[in-house]
């Protein structure tokens, strides 16, 4: 994996991320003055203090992940995740990338090296996006199935990303 800068100019899809608390049943000590406080104990009785352990319901808070789909057999390759935007940009949405070139298309890369100044055209973007729907149609529709159509927003705009 090496780690060089890319401005990717394109096509991409914002998904929030979708908090979603999971219950858990634990058996645990009960005594708030226990050092086995909440902690799990798979005995009826604590043995730390030798309190009675009951059985209470946790809740525990995940994302759903979108790499979960992106790296089904079916999709495998198909778009990259690429972190972004700092910390706070990074808990709410995953940014993913198509992951090969635009086939008759522009090269979704700007080489700033070469280049100081791009100009992109609104048809270009219009193409793209185009472009993006219909190759990735059957990765959007499973993304959209579990993650729901609000939660999926489809763009062109430049990102900056190490890869
Ligand atoms: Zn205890």
């Known amino acids: 994996m090496g780690s060089y800068l890319e401005i990717h ?9 979708i908090p979603t608390k999971t ?7 009960v005594d708030s003055d226990c050092i086995l406080f909440d902690t799990e104990i798979k005995f009826p009785f604590c043995p730390q203090c030798g309190g009675k352990s009951e059985h209470k319901t946790h809740e525990t808070e995940t994302y759903k992940d979108v790499r979960d789909i992106m790296y089904k057999d079916e999709f495998e390759g198909q778009m990259v995740a690429v972190h972004n935007g700092g910390a706070e940009f990074s808990q709410l949405f995953s940014v993913l990338l198509p992951n090969h070139y635009i086939k008759g298309l522009e090269e979704p890369g700007i080489d700033m090296d070469e280049v100081n100044i791009v100009e992109i055209k609104p048809e270009r973007m219009e193409r793209e996006i185009k472009w993006f729907m219909s190759e990735y149609t059957e990765l959007i ?12 927003q489809i763009k062109w705009g ?5 890869n």
């Not at 529709?141 to 939660?151: K, L, Q």
């Open 141 to 152: 529709a499973a993304i959209v199935a579990e993650f729901g159509e609000s939660a999926v």
């Open 23 to 29: 219950e858990v049943v634990k058996q645990t000590c």
């Open 158 to 162: 430049i990102i900056k990303h190490y």
């Open 9 to 17: 100019a394109g096509p991409y899809m914002l998904v929030s991320k």
